[in-house]
């Protein structure tokens, strides 16, 4: 089955600096691959994913990249607020899963510092 | 806008004993989940339903049981509690399309077993 690696387990930025977060996945057959933010005492919540016949997708300050030869997807935040700090997942889904065919990273707890 | 609810939100049991936590979605979505959240372990897939009266399993579906009785609700069982089983609880659900999509998150059920 897939497997998705997630680094850094905790990231620490500066306000108003940027943040990046990378994941990998073992399943080349893989097409969705979706970003969800955790705030604490809440569910998750998606802000941002993409498909595989797309390199990078941009939603105001966060933007998600994909390069499928290597494997590899990251999450970019750009001028990084208060209110970005929360956990934020990757997932990846396979070219055959059905619906339990998302499996999550371990996920990355992202400190904006004052 | 409801969205899915969870209850109980917290829960303590004492080995042995039994409980069942009920997931509500009121967006008619055919796809419903139960996942699992540990500390440093991600989100991991318990049970999953793709529509009323259907259940299957996900990844770590031992000592758990489900049921799907109406479109709108999702119940998972504990019929014998172990502390491996403490953990906070997410539902989810997915609307039907030819691609699952978006995960709608409940805020979790926190359960201890002592």
């Known amino acids: 089955g897939e497997n998705v690696e997630q680094h850094p387990s905790t990231l620490s930025v500066q306000e108003g600096d940027s943040a990046v977060i990378k994941c990998t996945y073992s399943?080349?057959?893989?097409?969705?691959f979706p970003w969800y933010k955790q705030e604490l005492g809440k569910g998750p919540q998606l802000i941002i994913d993409?498909?595989?016949?797309?390199g990078e997708k941009k939603d105001q300050r966060i933007a998600v990249t994909l390069n499928k030869t290597a494997k590899h997807f990251s999450l970019h935040i750009t001028e990084t607020q208060p209110e970005d700090s929360a956990v934020y997942f990757c997932?990846?889904?396979?070219?055959?899963?059905?619906?339990?065919?998302?499996?999550f990273g371990k996920g990355t707890h992202l400190i904006i510092q004052p | 806008n409801a969205g899915v609810t969870q209850t109980p939100k917290f829960r303590v049991l004492k080995t042995g004993q039994s409980m069942t936590l009920l997931c509500a979605q009121d967006?008619?979505?055919?796809?419903m989940y139960w996942y699992r959240q540990d500390p440093g372990m991600g989100l991991r897939l318990i049970h999953y339903?793709?529509?009323?009266?259907?259940?299957a399993k996900g990844e770590v579906p031992d000592g758990y049981n489900v049921s799907r009785l109406k479109k709108q609700n999702f119940l998972l069982g504990l019929e014998s509690a172990a502390p491996s089983q403490t953990s906070v609880y997410f539902c989810?659900?997915?609307?039907?399309?030819?691609?699952?999509?978006?995960?709608?998150f409940g805020e979790g059920s926190r359960l201890t077993v002592l």
């Open positions: 989810a659900s997915s609307r039907t399309s030819g691609e699952i999509g978006e995960l709608f």
């Open positions: 399943d080349s057959a893989s097409n969705y």
């Open positions: 993409i498909r595989s016949n797309v």
């Open positions: 997932a990846a889904r396979g070219a055959g899963g059905g619906a339990d065919g998302l499996t």
């Open positions: 967006m008619n979505h055919e796809y």
């Open positions: 339903s793709v529509g009323e009266g259907t259940t």
